[in-house]
């Protein structure tokens, strides 16, 4: 048996058997061990992923089938390729940071966020790995439900307003999905991702049958998984979510299920449908309308996490720009953006809940001159920021050149252009808060503060040195996926 | 000397730099020492490399990347030039630091910065691709802008954040023109495309990053506000070292690399004499010590950029030169200007005068840099003014030459007055030497190099022809 059958494996047991072991054991221990429990799955998906990602140097794609017959008509398929690593790798990585932050931030129920973690990880491994349209959906169901509850679980913090907006926006996309996927059915008659490629294909060119329902189809799935991307104009939802919502869910909900429940979306849409005219450029406007609108809100915001998560929006943004080139190389950008944009979101959000921790207030006008008490979170959320805005040499500054190098290869100069300079609106929201929060004189009434402790400063450690780390050692990264023959 | 030399010139101080603040948790002068250290050797190690590079065998690295992303080290005597100007300024403002910031918070954060900072402009002299000349470029901006900050001051702050993102804007346009060269040659690296026409847009783009972080009119408004930061910080960024990031990339792609539009020969000169004389023009009206040297820098930055765009060889040659000269006497000004500011904490120069009684030393070093910029023979100044000037009238525009020289006789005067104002006249306050031995010292330093660039003139020109030659 090969390494990457026990990764694809691995990813699915590991958290089902801890979520049985988490509902099995008596309460008060679960209570108490869960929490400690749960680490064991991000962890072995990082370790197995990366062992993954080794082999699959050589193999290019793997298919494994579970319980069901590889050839049989109604077998669950699921296949890994070098992306979905990636993706798969991002999974493990935020949802430790989550756990090392809720250790700290939940302080009851800790077994039920535990169980409904282990819930969300396999739903969202699941949707990077099944190859056929209606599997997606229904493990996207897992993630949406699980996490809809997760973000109303603590109401005790700011109420259900978040919640609440969240599970209608969520239902209502995956009612659009659902209908898409019909028509797309209606259309193709399979909804197996070869079938369905081969299909999408036959569609471009002058006389193809029955464009309108494909339109349709597309027009469904498209605003659907932009709802679940929290892209505008269907935002709303996410700051106010990311607002009620503890912060160890904020980590989760920002910095990976917003991606794997709508980027990963886009990405199956475009590598099907991309080729369809008018595809490319609304998913192009939607990014470049989230790139810029997501900033400016940012730069209005006076919530900490509102902030971030107005960052998040816009950040979507320029993976949609990558994603709508349809070339390789934009594909790479895009899935290169997801890794960072999980780092650096999972981080600014860990530091919010250190802040929050620590001084009791998320509003960044009632705070000042941190950076002498708090070193650890002052420097991770300057590395963040930096990553977000595209500052070299941080990570994100390369995942963008990717995407940018992509748009222009394509012809999309313009949105290429807008897109970069729009980075002076990332920097000029992370220069406010920075200036607000860390940069300046101490406030006097935070003379005692001191640096959070434990598994947050770890956690906070941790996403730095792999946000400093990416951005050192990308021209490696490049080499990788240059040896295997993507670039 | 095989190419290692490069990595190390720029490794040391880079990666060094991130270990002076642990250094400065356990013992104070052990960080100070070290910090010098690092500096030093890019210096020992950009004049290690002279020899050969001057024999005319440029020293390099190269390893190949994906997407014509190849990461690579060139040093040829452009670069080295650049890269011992830097170096030398550099180090002599780490000693005059060691003095001035001894009292303040943030000293590590001082110390790394300003030792990235050095690494950060080595790697960029030496770069030969232009997305690490960019990630180079915008490292700087971060230095710069934690430096600005360093008061921790709600003013300080907002001018380090106007700083950071007039650069970063700048910075990011000509990004957008890297990427439209790219999308012409396929490749980011500077060998590989050589001697390539840039259309005029990718050049415009270019210029936005140029004139940003050259501050020259009209993106120059983040320089004076800088004056905020630390002297030693004014003095090495953005007088001597940092703001030279700008000119040094427009020589080197639009004179070493890339063939550009006739028209940028008087279009450019345009541009640098509209900025010499407007700043020169306020800093004759400021009160404010800083913000005269900084107008003045921004000035010369003008003449710099005149010589390196005239497109005469002579003209080149004076504006490299002139890059030197500036870089020793500029920095020696701010230098001075902190030693006055540090005694007097002001720096209105109304409030000033007759200081020359209590710091006569301090005083001649600020006349002697002053009459380099100026640019009075025999000192240094006065023979890149002269090439520059020259070099534009050889190119056929003797009405810009002529404007040049009216900013000339405006550098006389500002400088004149400042002077007049703040060492001769009226005592107003009976400061002793209040600068230390090694903060005069280092100003001291400073002037006599000003003085013996000039009177060895044909050792630098010499050198700076090599380079004219080259192109």
Known sequence: ?487 | MGSEVLLVCICVPLFGSFLLPLLGMINIKLRNAAALIFTATAFVCAALALPEVLAGTPLSLHYELPLGLSFGFYADVLAVFMALTSSLVATIIVIYSFEYIKEYDHQNEYYMMVCLFIGTMMGLVFSTNLIFIYIFWEISAICCWRLIGFYREEITIRRANKAFIVTVVGALIMLVGFVGIYGQTGTFDLAAMKGTHLPAWIVILILFGVLSKSATFPLHNWLPDAGVAPSPVTSLLHAAVLVKIGVYIYARLFVNSFEIDKVFTVAVPIIAAVSALVSAGVALRENDIKRIIAYSTISQLAFILLGLSSGTEIGVLGGLLYILMHSVAKGGLFLCAGIVEHTLHTKDITKMGGLYKGMPLTALAFLFCAFSVMGIPPFGGFFAKYLVIDGIISAGNVGLGAVFIAGAVMTVLYLSRLFIKVFLGETVSDAREAGSPVMVASVVVLAILSVALGISIHWPSGFASLIGGGI
Request: glycine share 10%; with cysteine; hydrophobic share 55%.
């Open chain 1, 1 to 487: 048996m090969q390494v990457i059958e026990y990764t694809t494996l691995l990813v699915f047991a590991v958290p089902l058997v801890i979520l049985l072991i988490n509902i099995l054991l008596p309460r008060q221990l679960a209570e108490k061990s869960s929490i400690g429990l749960a680490y064991l799955a991000p962890l072995v998906q990082i370790v197995a992923t990366a062992a993954g990602l080794v082999q699959i140097a050589q193999l290019k794609q793997h298919e494994f089938a579970i319980s069901w017959n590889l050839a049989g008509a109604v077998s669950v398929r699921f296949a890994v390729n070098v992306f979905s690593l990636v993706l798969l790798f991002c999974i493990g990585m935020v949802t430790l940071a989550a756990i090392m932050v809720a250790n700290r931030t939940v302080p009851q129920k800790r077994a039920g966020f535990a169980g409904l973690l282990m819930m969300l990880i396999v739903g969202m491994n699941g949707m990077v790995l099944v190859t056929d349209l209606f599997s997606l959906y229904v493990f996207l169901e897992i993630v949406g439900i699980s996490s809809f509850v997760l973000i109303a679980m603590f109401k005790s913090d700011t109420g259900l307003e978040g919640a609440f907006k969240y599970l209608v926006m969520s239902v209502l996309a995956s009612i659009m999905i659902l209908t898409g996927l019909a028509f797309v059915f209606m259309q193709t008659g399979s909804l197996q991702y070869d079938q369905v490629g081969a299909a999408g294909g036959a569609l471009v060119g002058p006389g193809a049958p029955h464009l309108a329902l494909m339109y349709t189809a597309m027009a469904l799935m498209i605003a659907g998984f932009a709802i679940k991307t929290g892209a505008v104009p269907f935002h709303s939802w996410l700051p106010d979510a990311h607002q009620s919502a503890n912060t160890a869910v904020s980590v989760l909900l920002s910095g990976i299920v917003i991606k794997i429940a709508g980027i990963y979306g886009f990405i199956v849409i475009t590598n099907f449908f991309g080729r369809l005219p008018g595809i490319d450029l609304t998913l192009a406007l939607i990014g470049t309308v989230s790139i810029v609108v997501g900033a400016l809100f940012a730069l209005r915001q006076s919530h900490f996490k509102r902030i971030v998560a107005y960052s998040s929006v816009s950040q979507m943004g320029y993976i949609l720009l990558g994603l709508s080139t349809g070339s390789v190389l934009g594909l790479l950008g895009a899935v290169a953006h997801v890794f960072n944009h999980a780092t650096f979101k999972s981080t600014l959000f860990t530091n919010a809940a250190a802040v929050h921790e620590q001084t009791g207030t998320y509003d960044i006008n009632e705070l000042g001159g941190l950076e002498k008490k708090m070193p650890v979170t002052s420097f991770s959320s300057l590395a963040a920021f930096m990553s977000t805005a595209g500052i070299p040499p941080f990570a994100g500054f390369w995942s963008k050149l990717l995407i940018i190098m992509a748009l222009w290869n394509s012809g999309d100069w313009v949105f290429a252009a807008i897109a970069l300079i729009a980075s002076i609106f990332t920097a000029a929201y992370f220069l406010r808060l920075q200036r607000k929060v860390f940069f300046g004189k101490l406030l006097d009434k935070f003379a005692q503060l001191t640096e959070i402790g434990g598994s947050v400063k770890w956690a906070q450690i941790m996403l730095t040195v792999v946000t400093i780390a990416a951005g050192l050692l990308f021209p490696f990264a490049l080499r990788y996926f240059g040896g295997i023959g993507i670039l």
